[in-house]
């Protein structure tokens, strides 16, 4: 049992990791990316979303419980877009996946014990289900790093992680420019992290050149609910 594990020593010395991952081959010659949109806690990016609408982009909107009881409206749209956006867990208060007391992630605490990070999982997903109707298949947790207790149970309790290979707008921080150029060295199978929860950012902006030029390359956006990633080599 994970207790086995759960010396205290040992957990603190071990880094957090970043998970990255690529779709799962598509068909031969495919040119499919994912682009999926974490909505962690603050506001709703309403040029960003309307954006995807207007062009007809599917992603993958990751939500915490906190996003989504913060924002009626923008979930409102969401939902009459389940055609375009597949809602997947980010966790009920958006709580990185790290076990042990003190531990942090870019300054902010993760979990005490296991059974804190199963709470954080569970009452995302049952968010997101009561929300749109949809019970969500993966999890990403806040920050994207994780540890191998957390890894382990977050499996076990049914969920796949969701890694990614392009931080377009780390954490909707970056420059237009920079998120363009980002999103100009997209390759096939690609799955691209950009934010939708901070409309004061540059990413909405940002991101619409950068996918417009993916449009005209002819890459084919996927959900992560029609595909399944494949997490790459260290
Ligand atoms: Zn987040």
Redesign the pocket.
Known sequence: MLAVFAAPWALAEQPPKEIHDLLAAGPQGSKQIALTL?A?SGKFDDDLVEYLIRKRIPATIFATKKWLDRNPKGLAIVKTHLDLFDVED?GER?IPAVIGKGRTVYGIPGEPDVIHLRREVVEGARAVQEATGVAPHWYRG?TGEYDDESIKEIDRLGYKIAGFSVNADDGATSKRLAIEKRLARVKPGDVILAHMNKPSSDSAEGLAAGLDYLLKKDFLFVRLDQVDLQQLPK
Request: proline share 0%; charged share 20%; hydrophobic share 20%.
């Open positions: 974490d962690c980010h958006h806040a």
